[in-house]
């Protein structure tokens, strides 16, 4: 049980942040923290970061940490401008165990809004005291949205504090001594990865650890480490110069950017770290592809009108199937009520998706959106279904994504194409 001392403590940094007014920061930030998808073994795993440098033909230098993407294969990063989001795919430019940091490459990969700005690195002295704020994408927040998809999943979350002390340290108690920021911003799972801010909207760290079994310590590692990082990699972003002014908001002055390498560095393999969170809400433990599951969700999200809770329209096309018979070929769009109904494919007037083709039974194939999950069904066709080449038992639901083949009968080939 907390003893007296510590509970005042508590009560006393509580109050403190309370009192603050970090309303100015989130317009000068927000656009730039976006939050990450990691397709990792045994499900996928989800964290924040921040754009901290801008590249050529859209691509963006994305800050993060280590102990988020390690484990991953696919990444992917999400931003939300206004009612709309943007998609990335990200690939690893240089990473580090000790520093718990990683640098991701991120490509567009469905974009609907203006690239991120990057945000810079503030390395100057911070003072003890002086306030700060975290911003993140904590998973225990996902859990009042229900089960159906909802774009404030990507709304950042914003909480405020104030520096405790600047310490050297390591993380897992690895060798290294870096510097560390210790402070008083609540942090929690899906955090991790996410930047402290200054006043200014500055990167003053990077979230990444909270102290264990005691409230009111949160870590993060300094922008000085994170120099540091960037210098070892060969990588340069900008860096503020000056004093933090609020007045004058997050456009201090700073040095150009420098583009990230052409050739990515191999990322340096890593231990587990705290602080990620397996995203039950969207795609916890879900086999299929990452990218697929995020274009579903930006094609549920680009629709949205009035409140935070997605409509469902039929007139919004969230799947496209390319269908090859022989030397034809053409399209059906279906829309996502209908998937949630169920869509029969087969030969015969009275199915929705009609295939001329002998080998096609007349109800031979039933697509359907579980949740969020793409599922395929063979509805006991005479010739069968395969499912990227492996044969889908009868009446036994199989999940599916946008790179998956079906093939109808050993003649018909169906490709996917998430949104119109």
Not at 1 to 16: D, F, G, I, K, S
Not at 387 to 400: C, F, M, N, S
């Given at each position: 049980?907390?003893?007296?001392?510590?509970?005042?403590?508590?009560?006393?940094?509580?109050?403190?942040a309370a009192a603050?007014?970090?309303s100015d920061i989130a317009p000068l930030t927000d656009r730039s923290v976006g939050r990450v998808f990691v397709d990792a073994p045994g499900g996928y795993v989800t964290g924040a970061g921040v754009v901290i440098s801008s590249g050529g033909s859209g691509s963006l230098l994305y800050l993060t940490n280590n102990h988020v993407i390690e484990r991953g294969r696919d990444i992917g990063v999400v931003f939300k401008t206004s009612d709309t989001i943007s998609i990335y795919r990200g690939s690893v430019l240089a990473a580090s165990r000790e520093a718990d940091l990683a640098v991701l490459q991120l490509d567009p990969k469905k974009v609907t809004a203006a690239p991120p700005p990057p945000l810079a690195l503030d390395m100057r002295t911070l003072r003890k005291g002086e306030?700060?704020?975290?911003?993140?994408?904590?998973?225990?927040?996902?859990?009042?949205?229900?089960?159906?998809?909802?774009?404030?999943?990507?709304?950042?979350?914003?909480?405020?504090?104030?520096?405790?002390?600047?310490?050297?340290?390591?993380w897992n108690n690895g060798p290294a001594r870096i510097e560390i920021v210790q402070h008083?911003?609540?942090?929690?799972?899906?955090?991790?990865?996410?930047?402290?801010?200054?006043?200014?909207?500055?990167?003053?760290?990077?979230?990444?650890?909270?102290?264990?079994?005691?409230?009111?310590?949160?870590?993060?590692?300094?922008?000085?480490?994170?120099?540091?990082?960037?210098?070892?990699?060969?990588?340069?972003?900008?860096?503020?110069?000056?004093?933090?002014?609020?007045?004058?908001?997050?456009?201090?002055?700073?040095?150009p950017a420098v583009p990230p390498p052409a050739v990515p560095p191999p990322a340096v393999p890593a231990g587990p770290g705290n602080g990620d969170i397996r995203f039950w809400a969207i795609v916890g433990g879900i086999p299929a592809a990452l990218l697929t599951v995020l274009a579903v969700i930006a094609?549920?999200?680009?629709?949205?009108?009035?409140?935070?809770?997605?409509?469902?329209?039929?007139?919004?096309?969230?799947?496209?199937?390319?269908?090859?018979?022989?030397?034809t070929s053409f399209s059906r769009r279906i829309g996502r009520d209908s998937l949630r109904a169920g869509v029969v494919i087969g030969r015969g007037r009275g199915v929705p998706v009609d295939i001329d083709n002998p080998r096609v039974s007349r109800e031979h194939l039933r697509l359907s959106l579980e949740g969020r999950r793409l599922m395929a069904t063979d509805l006991g066709s005479t010739n069968g279904?395969?499912?990227?080449?492996?044969?889908?038992?009868?009446?036994?639901?199989?999940?599916?994504?946008e790179a998956t083949v079906l093939t109808l009968g050993g003649a018909v080939e169906i490709r996917l194409r998430a949104g119109p």
């Open positions: 049980m907390p003893n007296l001392l510590t509970l005042l403590l508590a009560l006393v940094l509580a109050a403190a603050q007014d970090f306030p700060v704020v975290a911003i993140g994408f904590p998973g225990a927040a996902d859990a009042v949205m229900g089960e159906e998809m909802n774009i404030a999943a990507f709304e950042t979350t914003l909480t405020g504090g104030n520096v405790s002390r600047v310490l050297q340290g390591s008083t911003a609540p942090l929690s799972p899906g955090n991790s990865g996410g930047p402290l801010l200054d006043r200014c909207g500055r990167v003053i760290g990077l979230n990444t650890a909270t102290a264990k079994g005691v409230s009111g310590i949160y870590l993060a590692s300094s922008a000085r480490t994170i120099a540091d990082f960037l210098d070892e990699a060969g990588l340069s972003v900008a860096a503020a110069s000056g004093a933090c002014d609020p007045e004058a908001g997050a456009g201090a002055p700073a040095r094609i549920a999200a680009s629709g949205r009108s009035g409140g935070d809770r997605l409509p469902s329209a039929e007139g919004r096309v969230a799947l496209t199937l390319t269908i090859r018979t022989g030397d279904t395969t499912v990227d080449g492996k044969p889908l038992a009868p009446r036994q639901p199989r999940q599916i994504g």
